[in-house]
Protein backbone atom coordinates (compact mmCIF):
# COMPACT_ATOMS: atom_id res chain seq x y z
CA UNK A 1 0.00 0.00 0.00
CA UNK A 2 1.76 3.20 -1.34
CA UNK A 3 0.55 6.71 0.98
CA UNK A 4 0.92 10.23 0.07
CA UNK A 5 0.87 12.52 2.85
CA UNK A 6 -1.00 15.94 2.51
CA UNK A 7 0.71 18.81 4.35
CA UNK A 8 0.75 22.66 4.87
CA UNK A 9 2.64 23.04 7.98
CA UNK A 10 5.29 22.20 10.31
CA UNK A 11 4.20 18.11 9.11
CA UNK A 12 4.77 16.91 12.88
CA UNK A 13 1.71 14.23 11.68
CA UNK A 14 3.19 13.26 8.69
CA UNK A 15 6.02 12.60 10.13
CA UNK A 16 4.40 10.38 13.08
CA UNK A 17 2.93 8.44 10.30
CA UNK A 18 6.14 8.13 7.94
CA UNK A 19 7.38 6.91 11.27
CA UNK A 20 5.00 4.24 11.62
CA UNK A 21 5.39 2.84 8.48
CA UNK A 22 8.43 0.53 8.96
CA UNK A 23 9.00 -3.05 9.15
CA UNK A 24 5.93 -5.09 9.10
CA UNK A 25 3.81 -2.50 8.65
CA UNK A 26 1.67 -2.58 5.23
CA UNK A 27 1.75 0.37 3.92
CA UNK A 28 4.96 2.90 3.01
CA UNK A 29 4.77 6.99 2.32
CA UNK A 30 5.47 7.45 -1.59
CA UNK A 31 5.12 11.39 -1.49
CA UNK A 32 4.74 14.30 1.04
CA UNK A 33 2.75 16.94 -1.03
CA UNK A 34 2.19 20.65 0.32
CA UNK A 35 0.09 23.92 -1.17
CA UNK A 36 3.14 25.67 0.32
CA UNK A 37 6.93 25.44 -0.86
CA UNK A 38 7.77 27.16 2.28
CA UNK A 39 6.08 24.19 4.39
CA UNK A 40 8.67 22.89 7.42
CA UNK A 41 7.25 19.34 6.58
CA UNK A 42 8.60 19.42 3.14
CA UNK A 43 12.39 19.26 4.74
CA UNK A 44 11.26 16.92 7.13
CA UNK A 45 10.55 14.19 4.39
CA UNK A 46 13.39 15.05 2.15
CA UNK A 47 16.23 14.10 5.29
CA UNK A 48 14.36 11.06 5.02
CA UNK A 49 14.75 10.02 1.30
CA UNK A 50 11.06 10.68 0.90
CA UNK A 51 9.67 12.19 -2.60
CA UNK A 52 8.27 15.71 -2.22
CA UNK A 53 6.38 17.79 -4.43
CA UNK A 54 4.81 21.41 -3.60
CA UNK A 55 1.30 22.30 -5.67
CA UNK A 56 1.12 26.08 -4.23
CA UNK A 57 -2.94 26.76 -4.60
CA UNK A 58 -2.28 30.64 -5.16
CA UNK A 59 -1.88 30.94 -8.76
CA UNK A 60 -4.79 28.76 -9.26
CA UNK A 61 -7.32 31.71 -7.27
CA UNK A 62 -10.80 30.50 -6.95
CA UNK A 63 -10.25 28.43 -9.62
CA UNK A 64 -10.55 24.79 -7.03
CA UNK A 65 -10.98 22.13 -10.03
CA UNK A 66 -7.34 23.26 -11.35
CA UNK A 67 -5.83 22.92 -8.50
CA UNK A 68 -7.35 19.88 -7.81
CA UNK A 69 -6.37 18.81 -11.27
CA UNK A 70 -2.88 20.21 -10.80
CA UNK A 71 -2.94 17.52 -7.78
CA UNK A 72 -4.03 15.08 -9.73
CA UNK A 73 -1.31 15.10 -12.38
CA UNK A 74 1.29 14.59 -9.32
CA UNK A 75 -0.58 11.91 -7.87
CA UNK A 76 -0.40 9.84 -10.69
CA UNK A 77 3.06 10.45 -11.44
CA UNK A 78 3.58 8.85 -7.84
CA UNK A 79 0.57 6.32 -8.29
CA UNK A 80 -0.26 6.56 -4.15
CA UNK A 81 -2.88 3.73 -3.60
CA UNK A 82 -4.44 5.93 -0.29
CA UNK A 83 -4.21 10.10 0.58
CA UNK A 84 -3.63 10.97 4.35
CA UNK A 85 -4.62 14.30 5.19
CA UNK A 86 -2.17 15.87 7.95
CA UNK A 87 -2.26 19.39 8.68
CA UNK A 88 -3.80 19.99 4.96
CA UNK A 89 -5.06 23.58 5.04
CA UNK A 90 -7.40 23.30 1.90
CA UNK A 91 -10.91 22.70 1.23
CA UNK A 92 -11.25 20.09 -1.45
CA UNK A 93 -14.18 19.84 -3.50
CA UNK A 94 -16.53 17.42 -4.18
CA UNK A 95 -14.68 16.38 -7.25
CA UNK A 96 -11.38 15.40 -6.02
CA UNK A 97 -13.23 13.98 -2.53
CA UNK A 98 -15.25 11.58 -4.77
CA UNK A 99 -12.16 10.61 -6.69
CA UNK A 100 -10.63 9.04 -3.53
CA UNK A 101 -13.63 7.93 -1.35
CA UNK A 102 -12.77 5.15 0.86
CA UNK A 103 -8.73 5.90 0.35
CA UNK A 104 -7.91 9.23 2.04
CA UNK A 105 -8.20 9.87 5.74
CA UNK A 106 -8.07 13.41 7.60
CA UNK A 107 -6.68 14.32 11.18
CA UNK A 108 -8.83 17.00 13.18
CA UNK A 109 -7.98 18.85 16.49
CA UNK A 110 -11.75 18.15 17.79
CA UNK A 111 -14.01 15.35 18.68
CA UNK A 112 -15.72 15.43 16.35
CA UNK A 113 -19.06 16.47 15.11
CA UNK A 114 -18.46 18.99 17.60
CA UNK A 115 -16.01 22.21 16.05
CA UNK A 116 -16.17 21.17 12.11
CA UNK A 117 -13.74 24.15 10.59
CA UNK A 118 -10.70 26.33 12.49
CA UNK A 119 -9.99 27.41 15.61
CA UNK A 120 -11.13 24.30 17.44
CA UNK A 121 -8.79 24.92 20.48
CA UNK A 122 -10.41 28.00 21.09
CA UNK A 123 -14.29 27.00 20.45
CA UNK A 124 -13.23 24.10 23.31
CA UNK A 125 -12.29 26.30 25.57
CA UNK A 126 -15.05 29.01 25.21
CA UNK A 127 -17.78 26.52 25.44
CA UNK A 128 -16.16 25.46 28.76
CA UNK A 129 -15.59 21.67 27.60
CA UNK A 130 -13.72 19.08 29.98
CA UNK A 131 -12.43 17.28 27.36
CA UNK A 132 -11.15 17.75 24.03
CA UNK A 133 -9.47 15.37 21.48
CA UNK A 134 -8.81 14.57 18.44
CA UNK A 135 -10.48 12.19 15.23
CA UNK A 136 -9.11 10.26 12.25
CA UNK A 137 -12.22 10.08 9.63
CA UNK A 138 -12.82 8.87 6.01
CA UNK A 139 -12.64 12.26 4.05
CA UNK A 140 -16.43 12.63 2.07
CA UNK A 141 -17.42 16.07 0.32
CA UNK A 142 -18.99 17.42 3.44
CA UNK A 143 -15.94 19.08 5.57
CA UNK A 144 -14.85 17.19 8.14
CA UNK A 145 -18.18 15.07 8.18
CA UNK A 146 -16.84 11.30 7.09
CA UNK A 147 -17.35 8.42 9.15
CA UNK A 148 -15.06 8.51 11.97
CA UNK A 149 -12.17 6.11 12.21
CA UNK A 150 -10.98 6.88 15.87
CA UNK A 151 -10.61 9.39 18.35
CA UNK A 152 -8.16 10.25 20.91
CA UNK A 153 -9.65 12.41 24.17
CA UNK A 154 -7.25 14.48 26.46
CA UNK A 155 -8.21 16.86 29.19
CA UNK A 156 -8.75 20.73 29.52
CA UNK A 157 -6.86 21.75 32.44
CA UNK A 158 -7.45 24.31 34.86
CA UNK A 159 -5.57 27.82 32.64
CA UNK A 160 -4.99 26.06 29.61
CA UNK A 161 -4.85 29.11 26.47
CA UNK A 162 -5.89 27.63 22.90
CA UNK A 163 -1.65 26.76 22.27
CA UNK A 164 -1.14 24.59 25.84
CA UNK A 165 -4.25 22.28 24.61
CA UNK A 166 -3.24 22.69 20.72
CA UNK A 167 0.20 20.89 21.99
CA UNK A 168 -2.01 18.29 23.80
CA UNK A 169 -3.88 17.50 21.57
CA UNK A 170 -1.00 17.35 19.35
CA UNK A 171 0.29 14.46 21.20
CA UNK A 172 -2.49 12.65 21.11
CA UNK A 173 -2.34 13.22 17.46
CA UNK A 174 0.50 11.63 17.15
CA UNK A 175 -0.71 8.06 18.70
CA UNK A 176 -3.80 8.29 16.95
CA UNK A 177 -3.62 8.73 13.31
CA UNK A 178 -0.80 5.46 13.09
CA UNK A 179 -2.92 3.23 14.90
CA UNK A 180 -5.86 4.36 12.72
CA UNK A 181 -3.46 3.71 9.22
CA UNK A 182 -2.28 0.62 10.41
CA UNK A 183 -5.76 -0.78 11.44
CA UNK A 184 -7.29 1.06 7.79
CA UNK A 185 -4.77 -0.30 5.49
CA UNK A 186 -5.24 -3.90 7.05
CA UNK A 187 -8.96 -3.59 5.78
CA UNK A 188 -10.21 -2.84 9.37
CA UNK A 189 -13.03 -0.10 9.28
CA UNK A 190 -13.82 -0.08 13.77
CA UNK A 191 -13.20 3.15 15.16
CA UNK A 192 -9.37 2.87 17.44
CA UNK A 193 -10.33 4.69 20.86
CA UNK A 194 -7.30 6.19 22.50
CA UNK A 195 -8.32 7.90 26.12
C1 LIG B 1 -2.74 19.38 13.46
O1 LIG B 1 -3.15 19.78 14.76
C2 LIG B 1 -3.94 18.91 12.67
O2 LIG B 1 -4.89 18.21 13.43
C3 LIG B 1 -4.52 20.21 12.19
O3 LIG B 1 -3.38 20.97 11.82
C4 LIG B 1 -2.28 20.60 12.65
C5 LIG B 1 -1.12 20.26 11.74
O4 LIG B 1 0.05 20.04 12.48
N1 LIG B 1 -5.40 20.00 11.08
C6 LIG B 1 -6.46 20.76 10.84
O5 LIG B 1 -6.77 21.71 11.53
C7 LIG B 1 -7.26 20.34 9.63
N2 LIG B 1 -8.50 21.05 9.58
P1 LIG B 1 1.26 19.26 11.83
O6 LIG B 1 1.60 19.98 10.52
O7 LIG B 1 2.37 19.41 12.84
O8 LIG B 1 0.86 17.84 11.60
Known amino acids: MRVALFISGGGSNMLSLVKSMAQDHPARPCLVLSNRAEAGGLAKAEALGIATEVVDHRPYGADRAGFEAALQDVLLRHAPDMICLC?????????????????MLNIHP????????LH??????????????CTVHEVT???DD???LG?????V???DTAETLAARVLVAEH??????LRRFVSGDRRPVLLA
Open 87 to 103: GFMRVLTEGFTREWEGR
Open 110 to 117: SLLPKYKG
Open 120 to 133: THQRALDAGDSEAG
Open 141 to 143: AKL
Open 146 to 148: GPV
Open 151 to 155: QARVP
Open 157 to 159: LAG
Open 175 to 180: RLYPAV
